[in-house]
C-alpha cells in the first residue's frame, strides 16, 4: 500500500520522504484506511484547512492522527449508531466532517438529510424564508413559463411533504476544494481582463461536430452494433495486451482456442475479452461471463472469481484476463487487467488568469417550473464575471412532473431560457451550453446533438453531449450523461480501492464517454454508430466534467482534473463549481495542484 500512498501524494505534487512514507502506512493500517486514494484525501484536506498546505512530515502527521483518524475513530462511529437519538435533536455535522469534507458514506448522506430535515426548527423562520425568496427573485430574470396552473416553490414542497425544504448547510458554503493554498487564497474568483475566448471543437468527425444537421440515427442496425463491439474489442484488446505484456505479447495471448481439447488441456493462459452479465443488468460474482473471438467464431466463458483478489469490472469493459480452464466453459480467473497507455493532457499553455464557474442541471425543482435555483445562479454570476460558463442539461427535464401543462412549445421556452441568461452574462464570458439526452426540445438519442436557435449570440456555443473543446489552451471535456452512476450501479468490484477514482479510470482506459453495454439506463437511445464518431476519449483533456447524482466531487486522476459540480436544484441544497486556471511560470513545467484551484459551492 505505501507504492499506492506514494503515487497518490505523486498526483498532488507532493514528494514525501521514505520516513513520511513509513508513519503513512502505519497509520492507514491501524485505523483502517485501506484506500490510498482516501487517505491521501484526508491528509490534504486537513493541511489545507489547518497548516496552510504544508506537506507532510513526521511531527505533523502525529496532529494529523490526533485531530482528524483518532476524533474521527471516536465520535463519527458512536454518532451513526445513535442515529435515533441524534435525529431528533439535529445532527451534530461537526462530528461528520472532522478533516474538513463531509462522510462520502451513502448511508452517512442520507442520515445528515433525514436528521436536518426532521429538525427544521433549528432554521430560519418560513415567514422569513419567503420574504427572502421574493427579495431574491426581484431585480433579475424569472425563467416561469407560459402554464396552464403555475405553482410556487413553496405550495408544491408542502404537497411534497417537505414544508421548509431545508437543507444542510447554508449558500456560499464551501463543500470541496483543490488545488493550491496560495490559489485558493488569493482569488476574488472574477475575471481580471475582459476579453473573447477563442472555444474549439475536438470531437470531429470527417471534420465536422455532431449537429442536428449530420444526425442521421435510427439506421442503428443490430448486425452493426455487432460489428462496433467487435472493432472495440480488437483494438482495446491489443492496446491492453501491449501494456501488460509488452509488443510481443499477443503471441502469449490466447484468443480463443478452437480446439476444446487443446483448450481444457491449457493450464494457465491470458484471454482477451468483453465483459457482459448473464441477464443484461448488473454484474455480480456469479452473473458475468467473457465473450472472446477469432477470426471465426464468438465463443463465451463463464467467469470464475473464487480465487482472483482484486477486481473491477462492468458490462461492455473490454479486459485482458489471467486464468485456466478446469473444463467447459468456466475460466477461472487469477488477475484482471483493464490498463492500457494513456496519451497524456497536453500541458497548460495559459498566459493570464481563466476564471471558470460549472453548473449541471436540472435548474429547478422537481415539483415547480419557477426556476429559482437557476435564477440564484444568475445572481452569482452578476458579482463574479467568468472567463467561461459551462452549463450542462437538464434546462428541460422531459420527465418532469408539470412539463405536460406547458402552455408554449418547448423549443419557445427554452429560447426564452436563454434570453434570460445571456442578458445576465454580457457580451464577454464564454458561454459553452451542452444539450442532455433528457431534455424535451432535443433528439432523444446518445450522443446527443445540440438544439438549433432561432436567435444566435457571438459567445454563446451549443454544444453536443458528449463534447471537448480547447479553450486558448486548456482542454476541456463534457459529458451531461450520469456515466459515474451508471458504472456504479453496474460494475462488480472486490478490493478495487476509491470508487470515484475507478469509474474515472474505466473511462480512460476503454477510451469512451460512455463505454457501458448495453447501456445501464433501459431508456437510453444509445446508438453505437454515432458513439464511435462523437464519444471516443483519444487523449485525456485537462479538466473533464462529469456531473451526476452521485455526491459532489473533484478528482485529479491521471494528470486530469475532474469534477462533478452537483445538481443546481437538489433537495439536499444545490451545487455549482468554480475553477481557475493560472499562467504558468516560465520555465516549470505546469503542475495542475500547483496551477488549478477549484471548489464546490452550495447554490
Known sequence: MDVEIKQQFDEMGVEPAEAVLEKCLELAISYNVLDATEFVEQWMAFSLSHLHGDDPTTENLGEFERKVLQLRKDKVAPKAKSYTATA????????????????????????????????????????K????????????????????????????????????????????????????????????????VEHQLPVTQKLLHKDAPLTIANLGYMNDLLGDRCDDLHDRLVDTGRAL???????????????????????????????????????????????????????DEN????????????????????????GFIPKGNSFVVEEIHTERKLTPPAPLKVDRELQFVVAAGPFTHST????????????????????????TGPFLDADHSIVSELAETFESFFEKMIAGIMEVVGSHTAVLMVSSQKDAMVHSVYPTPPPTLRKTYPNLHMLPDPSLVDLDGITLGVSSTDVVDHLLSHEFAANAGERMHRAINHLFHQGSFYPIYPPADEDMAFDSQLALKYAQIKQLPNVLILPGNQRHFIRLVSDCLVINPGRVADSKGGTFARFLVAPSVPGKSANMFNSVACQVQRI
Not at 463463464?302 to 484476463?321: D, E, H, T, W, Y
Not at 415547480?368 to 452549463?391: A, F, T
Request: aromatic fraction near 6%; include cysteine.
Open 88 to 127: 431528533s435533536s439535529g445532527p451534530d455535522l461537526s462530528s461528520l466532517a472532522t478533516y474538513g469534507v463531509m462522510e462520502e458514506d451513502q448511508m452517512m448522506d442520507d442520515y445528515v438529510s433525514e436528521s436536518v430535515s426532521d429538525s427544521s426548527a433549528m432554521h430560519t423562520p418560513k415567514a
Open 129 to 192: 424564508k419567503d420574504k427572502q425568496r421574493s427579495a431574491a427573485l426581484k431585480g433579475g430574470v424569472l425563467f416561469s413559463p407560459v402554464s396552464y396552473t403555475p405553482q410556487s416553490t413553496k405550495k408544491t414542497l408542502v404537497e411534497a411533504g417537505t414544508p421548509n425544504a431545508t437543507v444542510a448547510g447554508k449558500p456560499g458554503d464551501i463543500v470541496d476544494s483543490f488545488g493550491h493554498p496560495k490559489l485558493l487564497a488569493g482569488s476574488n474568483w472574477q475575471t481580471q
Open 241 to 295: 495486451v501491449e501494456k501488460k505484456l509488452g509488443p510481443d505479447g499477443a503471441a502469449e495471448c490466447s484468443w480463443y482456442p478452437q480446439d476444446r481439447q487443446t483448450l481444457q488441456a491449457l493450464h494457465l493462459l491470458h484471454a482477451v475479452g468483453m465483459v457482459h452479465s448473464e441477464d443484461d443488468g448488473p454484474l455480480d460474482a456469479h452473473s458475468a461471463f467473457l465473450s472472446v473471438t477469432d477470426a
Open 299 to 322: 465463443s463465451f466463458l463463464s467467469l470464475n472469481f473464487s480465487r482472483i483478489k482484486s477486481a473491477s469490472i462492468f458490462p461492455g469493459q473490454v479486459v485482458l484476463a489471467k
Open 368 to 391: 415547480d417550473l419557477i426556476y429559482e435555483p437557476l435564477h440564484d445562479l444568475l445572481n452569482y454570476l452578476k458579482e463574479h464575471r467568468p472567463d467561461v460558463l459551462v452549463l
